[in-house]
């Protein structure tokens, strides 16, 4: 047996509407106006039609139909919203106060109006508690060092949660990291104590490599002993080139043993015409 052809449900709610948007185009004429809409070159417009999305249009001028559609305008410029600050607690339990800066844009300005009620506020939340979480994971050093691998981090996760939104996160900055005043008062104590031993190290190989080129002066001078004069006539050069009342005139250590040798071959010499005078007269007698 053949069944009887089913009814349509959607039908009367669809006859309805076309009903409704026929109407709108009577209006059109008298409410023009109203059917009248720009839009900028940095906007979409987002028209729904009897509650249903029609999609995005723009720029430029277009019409819609009165009572029957309705527009939503969506900035596409870059956005800069703040991250107020948030108290942090790092890795290594430091409580520091951290704010940020976040740059982004809408992309599918469908998905931004049907997918989120308020794009810009939900964006705020997500890079506000993904500030709390990421920094939470990364100890003191990190936040101060590697700046660029957290923004990095940041921006990835947060771009991720923004996706579904149509919305496209390019950059995440944290602007400021506000540190205990006795987080601050110890690292400044850490960072004298690190400048003071890379100091004493500096001259302490200063002092090593002076003494390795003071040793192999002394082997110079020893093989070659004039270079000890022409060290002395330049000490004296460097003296008289300066305003000085006192002259100081070094005297070679060879003239010294120069005398030395010689008074002691004349003690010697003395010390032996003694012993033989009384030796030739005991050979006398």
Same mark, same amino acid.
């Given at each position: 047996?053949?069944?009887?052809?089913? +009814?349509?449900? &959607?039908?009367?709610?669809?006859?309805? *509407?076309?009903?409704?948007?026929?109407?709108?185009?009577?209006?059109?004429?008298?409410?023009?106006? $109203?059917? %009248?809409? /720009? %839009?900028?070159?940095?906007?979409?417009?987002?028209?729904?039609?009897?509650?249903?999305?029609?999609?995005?249009?723009?720029?430029?001028?277009? $019409? /819609?139909?009165? $009572?029957?559609? =309705?527009? +939503?305008?969506?900035?596409?410029?870059?956005?800069?919203?703040?991250?107020?600050?948030?108290?942090?607690?790092?890795?290594?339990?430091?409580?520091?106060?951290?704010?940020?800066?976040?740059?982004?844009?809408?992309?599918?300005?469908?998905?931004?109006?049907?997918?989120?009620?308020?794009? /810009?506020?939900?964006?705020?939340?997500?890079? =506000?508690?993904?500030?709390?979480?990421?920094?939470?994971? &990364?100890?003191?050093?990190?936040?101060?060092?590697?700046?660029?691998?957290?923004?990095?981090?940041? +921006?990835?996760?947060?771009?991720?949660?923004?996706?579904?939104?149509?919305?496209? %996160? &390019?950059?995440?900055?944290?602007?400021?990291?506000?540190?205990?005043?006795?987080?601050?008062?110890?690292?400044?104590?850490?960072?004298?104590?690190?400048?003071?031993?890379? *100091?004493?190290? /500096?001259?302490? =190989?200063?002092?090593?490599?002076?003494?390795?080129?003071?040793?192999? *002066?002394?082997?110079?001078?020893?093989?070659?002993?004039?270079?000890?004069?022409?060290?002395?006539?330049?000490?004296?050069?460097?003296?008289?080139?300066?305003?000085? &009342?006192? %002259?100081?005139?070094?005297?070679?250590?060879?003239?010294?043993?120069?005398?030395?040798?010689?008074?002691?071959?004349?003690?010697?010499?003395?010390?032996?015409?003694?012993?033989?005078?009384?030796?030739?007269?005991?050979?006398?007698?």
């Amino acid at each position: 047996m053949d069944q009887p052809p089913r +009814q349509d449900k &959607s039908a009367a709610p669809n006859m309805f *509407a076309r009903m409704i948007t026929a109407f709108g185009y009577l209006m059109a004429i008298p409410l023009f106006p $109203f059917a %009248v809409k /720009i %839009v900028q070159e940095y906007e979409r417009g987002v028209i729904f039609r009897l509650g249903r999305l029609v999609g995005a249009r723009g720029p430029g001028l277009f $019409f /819609i139909l009165p $009572f029957v559609e =309705q527009m +939503q305008r969506v900035d596409l410029r870059t956005v800069t919203m703040d991250v107020p600050r948030q108290d942090v607690i790092t890795r290594d339990n430091v409580t520091v106060k951290v704010d940020a800066v976040v740059y982004f844009r809408v992309l599918d300005p469908e998905a931004a109006i049907v997918n989120v009620l308020d794009y /810009i506020r939900a964006t705020s939340l997500v890079a =506000q508690t993904t500030l709390r979480a990421v920094l939470g994971q &990364s100890e003191l050093d990190e936040l101060l060092i590697n700046r660029d691998e957290v923004n990095q981090k940041l +921006q990835q996760i947060i771009d991720e949660a923004t996706e579904p939104w149509g919305i496209k %996160v &390019s950059i995440v900055e944290v602007r400021d990291i506000g540190l205990p005043s006795e987080m601050v008062r110890a690292m400044a104590r850490q960072a004298e104590a690190e400048r003071e031993r890379r *100091a004493k190290v /500096i001259h302490a =190989q200063g002092e090593f490599e002076a003494s390795k080129k003071l040793a192999e *002066a002394g082997q110079i001078m020893a093989e070659v002993p004039t270079t000890l004069q022409l060290r002395y006539l330049q000490t004296l050069t460097e003296i008289s080139a300066e305003n000085a &009342s006192t %002259v100081i005139f070094p005297v070679p250590i060879d003239i010294f043993k120069m005398i030395t040798n010689v008074a002691d071959a004349g003690a010697s010499r003395g010390n032996g015409g003694a012993r033989e005078i009384p030796e030739a007269e005991g050979s006398g007698s």
